[in-house]
């Protein structure tokens, strides 16, 4: 379980592929908030 | 205010196109067939950025992260803007495993990969630090000079007893198949797909007219620069070598010997891989930091570049156990799960939205 944490690691990669675009799209929306609030 | 000639966005285009290609040959799995697997990306890849100017000219003076808000307003436009930077973040650290894999391997084999890893960002982040401009000068200025060793090395290799055309023969003697495997997905995105990334500076074109014709002939450049390599190392090495050997345009190189006085030329051609992935990774990293700069409307520079260089000297430094894994992510598994959707599928959503409300008059 431990492994979703790095999913750039090419044998994670491998193993699952997807953790990357989850991580993708859970950091996309953290680091929109920082948008929505200087945007304010 | 930054502003670039054609002739620097050409020479920055093409040296970023051809990036890791230089070395690690193009379309392999297509056999004898590669050059024209490379002709057939270039092709279809060149609509592809002709379809990214488009959005550019539906939104002129945007770059890519503001045409995503532009569309479809903050709250579902920002979140999608931000995964380009972090894409483009992942592609850099990319780079960084590939040097970490090759230069060990050829240049510096008693060197601790750290210190080739950590000195190679310590210049990147001083490069960036110099600004955009700096960058598109640099490519400017070294293209003429990587062509002419591409010459050169064409020439010698042409001059030697190694070169044998019946190696290219029977023309797509397997079919289309194996050809069309290799242009879809990864031959189209890898090298022509990552150009979206220039839409973070297409903006700094000092004439923007200019921008269709110029990436139509850096994609013929570049496609027939990689299709010239493909031949010759089909030509000298046999479609056998070319297919199973990870570095291919490598041990083209080291076929080269004049009269037994020049050897070891491969050392050559590691150093115009340095230079190529030294720009790519430069680029990646400066498109990535005028995006977050745009997105946190970050007045300096300065902390975005030390954020995304360090984290793309730890990425790229733990990525790849080794070097079958890294290439077997990089050609069968990214392109489905990052490129395609990133690089066509939103793209391709941004632009159908951008020409209805061009033509209902309803833009955002």
Known sequence: ?40 | MVRVSGYQLFATTVLFQLGTTVIFGFASPAGRDAWIAMLLSAFIGMFMILGYIALMNMMPGLSLVEWFPKQFGPWLGIPIAWFYPLLFIYDAGRGISDLKELVPLTLLPGTPTWVILGSMMLVIMYFLSSGVEVIFRFAGLLFPIIFFLFVAEILLLLGSRNVHFDNLQPLLGEGWGRVWKTVWPFGILQTFGETIEFAMLWSFLRKPGQLAGINIIAVLVTGVTIAVFDMLAIMVLGEGVFQRNIYPLLVLLRQLSISDFLDNLDALGVMYFMTTIFLKISLHLMTAVLAIQKLTSAKSLRLPILIVTVTTLWIGSNMARNVTDHIFVGTRILPYNLWIPLFIVIPAILLMVAWIRKKAGTAL
């Not at chain 1, 690691?9 to 993708?24: D, E, G, N, T």
């Open chain 1, 1 to 40: 379980m431990s492994e979703y944490l790095w999913p750039w690691q090419s044998h994670v990669f491998i193993l699952h592929p997807w953790a990357i675009s989850i991580m993708f799209i859970v950091l996309s929306l953290l680091l929109s908030m920082i948008s929505w609030f200087k945007k304010k």
